[in-house]
């Protein structure tokens, strides 16, 4: 996935976006050809006996309804997708698309209802959809191996009291915790933990990565007895300000301090100081925009249609979503 194209790739979808974003029977044609590249399927049944409905006038229907000949349902290419219930036109929904795919730290709510003229909750509705689209279930994919670095990074919360005189030190009891994974050269994965003891660290490397990978991480004392279990186990001493080994520049856990640091551009500007109550939706948002990076903006459109279908979010799960 991280080869170097020598020239840009040239995109279909690029060049059929911008007219997707005017009009929303293009917009619509957009979505359905992108959903369903083989053809129209019932999103009920699943059959392909499946009809465009027409108005009194012959032309398509205003609502661009299909009907299904096997349930006789009726359906549209927002049915069974984030959009389901949403009342936003189509070509409001392809700026999005495209908006949330180009950006590589994502974009953010504000940037979003400037572009598309919709007030800040409506740009925050959407880009919690958008995320929830992105979001990559981690107990199906395969554990990760090679060279994985791992390492975990404190975010949100403003330490308001300093809790003098704990054993705890509070930036860690003010904040969240997130810990990072990434194969070199393969995919990253983001996810809240409770802490950073050597237990809780041990168990998400266990779930995650196989026993033959040779594991990186910081010298943090909890990653020395998990870091056994696995085929090499080496680590950089970032407090005596080691970053690469050096005589062995393969030694570092760069990578995936690269990836925190994508993950806190993404939360600057929103008010996740405040809350950290939806901290897994920028976690999905950053790992699924590491995990694509080597598609071009229209591919990216393209597998986040594909994603967005199965993942119908209701109203109810966003009401109270003030980020
Ligand atoms: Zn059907």
């Not at 917009?27 to 050809?33: I, L, P, Y």
């Not at 897994?280 to 950053?286: F, K, V």
Request: a positive charge; proline letters at 4%.
């Amino acid at each position: 996935m991280q080869s170097k194209r020598p020239e840009l790739a040239q995109s279909e979808t690029v060049d059929e976006l911008p007219k997707a974003c005017l009009s929303e029977p293009e917009a619509v044609a957009f979505f359905e050809r992108k959903r369903w590249p083989d053809g129209c399927a019932c999103p009920h049944c699943g059959s392909v006996g499946v009809y465009q409905m027409k108005g009194r006038d012959g032309e398509r229907s205003k609502r661009y309804l299909w009907r299904c000949r096997d349930c006789s349902r009726q359906f549209t290419v927002r049915t069974g997708t984030i959009f389901e219930e949403s009342l936003l036109p189509m070509h409001k929904w392809a700026r999005a698309f495209w908006e949330a795919s180009s950006c590589k730290n994502g974009v953010s709510a504000l940037e979003l209802s400037r572009k598309l003229q919709v007030s800040y909750k409506t740009a925050l509705f959407m880009l919690h959809r958008l995320r929830f689209a992105m979001q990559t279930d981690h107990r199906t994919p395969p554990p990760m191996t090679g060279t994985v670095e791992a390492d975990e990074t404190f975010v949100g919360g403003r330490i308001r009291r300093p809790n003098l005189g704990s054993k705890v030190p509070a930036h860690q009891k003010q904040k969240t915790v997130v810990f990072g994974l990434v194969q070199r050269g393969g995919h990253a994965r983001l996810m809240q933990i409770p802490n950073v003891t050597g237990s809780v660290l041990s168990s998400q490397l266990r779930e995650h990565v196989a026993r033959s990978a040779h594991l990186m991480t910081d010298a943090a004392p909890q990653y020395i007895l998990p870091g056994r279990e696995y085929l090499a186990h080496d680590s950089v001493r970032h407090f005596d300000g080691e970053y690469v080994r050096h005589g062995n520049r393969n030694i570092h856990s760069n990578t995936v301090e690269a990836l925190f640091g994508r993950l806190k551009k993404s939360l600057t500007g929103t008010y996740m100081a405040v809350s950290v109550k939806h901290l897994h939706r920028y976690l999905a948002q950053t790992e699924w925009l590491w995990n694509t990076k080597g598609l071009n903006d229209g591919e990216r459109v393209e597998a986040l249609i594909r994603k967005a279908d199965g993942k119908r979010m209701k109203y109810a799960e966003q009401v109270g979503n003030k980020t």
